[in-house]
């Protein structure tokens, strides 16, 4: 795969972390009682996904530009584990 591909995988990854998984949960829940989605705008973002990839895709352009092997280490990971919770999906 190409280093775009992996990238695009990781943001995937990163923002079902962000919004959907339960490691992120008490960070979510402390900062959607602060600011309610329906009257914040940071509240709107935290829920949702594409707004979170937007952030996160300009943060691993970052990371790509700034530090590329040690993100590329990580990009492979986010991507496998990004691959494996799809097809955990599928089945």
């Given at each position: 795969?190409?280093?775009?591909?992996?990238?695009?995988?990781a943001?995937?990854?990163?923002?079902?972390?962000?919004?959907?998984?339960?490691?992120f949960a008490?960070?979510?829940?402390?900062?959607?009682e602060?600011f309610?989605?329906?009257?914040?705008?940071?509240?709107?973002l935290i829920?949702c996904?594409?707004?979170?990839?937007i952030?996160l895709?300009?943060a691993?352009?970052?990371a790509?530009?700034?530090?590329?092997?040690q993100?590329?280490?990580?990009?492979h990971?986010?991507?496998?584990?990004?691959?494996?919770?799809?097809?955990?999906?599928?089945?």
């Amino acid at each position: 795969m190409t280093p775009a591909v992996y990238d695009a995988l990781a943001v995937f990854r990163l923002t079902k972390l962000v919004v959907d998984d339960e490691i992120f949960a008490d960070v979510r829940d402390k900062l959607l009682e602060r600011f309610p989605p329906e009257s914040t705008k940071l509240g709107y973002l935290i829920t949702c996904p594409w707004c979170v990839s937007i952030y996160l895709g300009g943060a691993v352009v970052a990371a790509r530009v700034l530090v590329p092997r040690q993100w590329d280490l990580l990009a492979h990971a986010l991507s496998y584990s990004a691959l494996t919770g799809l097809a955990a999906e599928r089945t």
